[in-house]
């Protein structure tokens, strides 16, 4: 049997401008360190080419926004990583020209994720997105004409001003488009963001909204042909293809991955680590051939159960109790059954609807 993680994650950090919002690691501007940056990147997967099985699955480039980088070092990364059976790219839509789509094309993406956050223009400006509705469209359009035939939406919702009819009208326009993979999420402004300063209060009132808008984004989805597989990620139904996001099932499932990377987390066996956040930092050790500073975590077989069970009840597919059992707290099981919220068979545990609707209350209860 193949030793090695199977995943790898490759973290681009560089964008045009920083949202309010945002707390990944993430670089603005610096459009001179592009090159040097994949320099890095290549010479720290070639220290860490040994934790990779022969084969992988998935390579996921993530940001920051991927499609900022250079083109030309962008292309030379992707022909430089391993072969995987996805390889999926994120970009923002304003990002998205001809020339570039027909570049991840001929570099062998298989999958583009796209930003579109929303479709109405007050909202994206709540957002401070650069992006325009149209952005989106002429994004997915340009996609489509290079052969792509796997691309993914991003939506976000509990927006300030936002209202139930403005998530229904992003739906419909999102639905529009046929996207192959949605994923929804609530916004999260972390404490200590510029965005909290500036809409806490806002925020604060749309919370109550949120149980609502969370039921009306699985109905919708759900209406339309979509298999809700994950808490916030949809995917369509076809025959002979399965359009789940297999690099984050990996993430879901517990599997072993690799990440490269100013910021990048690695888990591997009983360890994981976290590169350093710092540019210069990570740039000097690697053009020495040095590993990056990184924080280490040593993870037990309890620590790694207890992730398993916490992520793999976000699936819609039946945990399995092997390795995990022991995790579970007999009476908190026995409440959240009797109330309709899991259902258990000898060997697995599934939530059912309402469950998955209050998931990480009942998996608290469950681990409690």
Not at 259 to 285: C, D, F, H, Q
Request: net charge negative.
């Amino acid at each position: 049997m193949t030793s090695g993680a199977r995943h790898l994650y490759v973290h681009l950090p560089f964008c045009a401008h920083r949202c309010g919002y945002c707390d990944f690691v993430t670089v603005v501007g610096q459009e001179g360190k592009h090159r040097a940056y994949v320099d890095a990147l290549l010479r720290e997967l070639e220290l860490e080419r040994g934790s990779l099985a022969d084969e992988l699955e998935t390579v996921f480039l993530g940001g920051g926004t991927p499609t900022f980088t250079a083109l030309a070092d962008l292309v030379r990364l992707l022909e430089a990583l391993p072969a995987a059976e996805e390889v999926t790219v994120e970009a923002n839509p304003e990002t998205v020209t001809a020339e570039l789509v027909r570049a991840l094309h001929g570099a062998g993406v298989t999958r583009v994720s796209l930003g579109a956050q929303s479709f109405r223009p007050e909202l994206l400006r709540v957002l401070e997105r650069v992006a325009g509705p149209d952005d989106v469209r002429r994004a997915v359009h340009r996609l489509r004409d290079a052969g792509f035939d796997n691309v993914s939406l991003d939506l976000v919702y509990g927006i300030p001003g936002q209202s139930a009819a403005d998530l229904e009208a992003d739906l419909g326009d999102a639905l529009a488009l046929e996207p192959e993979h949605l994923s929804c999420y609530e916004l999260e402004a972390k404490v200590g963001t510029r965005f909290i300063r500036a809409w806490g209060e806002e925020l604060a009132r749309q919370a109550d909204a949120m149980e609502d808008y969370f039921e009306r984004v699985v109905a919708r989805l759900c209406a339309a042909g979509y298999r809700w597989y994950e808490t916030a990620n949809f995917c369509r139904i076809e025959e002979g293809r399965d359009l789940r996001a297999t690099h984050n099932l990996g993430y879901w499932l517990g599997h072993d991955y690799l990440g490269v990377g100013i910021g990048a987390v690695t888990t591997i066996g009983s360890k994981r680590w976290r590169n350093t956040p710092r540019l210069a930092r990570y740039l000097e050790a690697l053009a020495a051939r040095r590993t990056p500073e990184r924080e280490v975590e040593p993870l037990d077989e309890a620590v790694r159960a207890r992730e398993r069970v916490m992520l793999g009840l976000r699936l819609d597919e039946p945990l399995p109790l092997a390795g995990v059992r022991h995790t579970l707290d007999a009476a908190g099981l026995a409440r959240v059954e009797s109330l309709g919220l899991a259902e258990r068979s000898a060997d697995a545990l599934t939530l059912t609807e309402r469950g998955r609707f209050l998931g990480g209350a009942v998996t608290a209860e469950l681990l409690a």
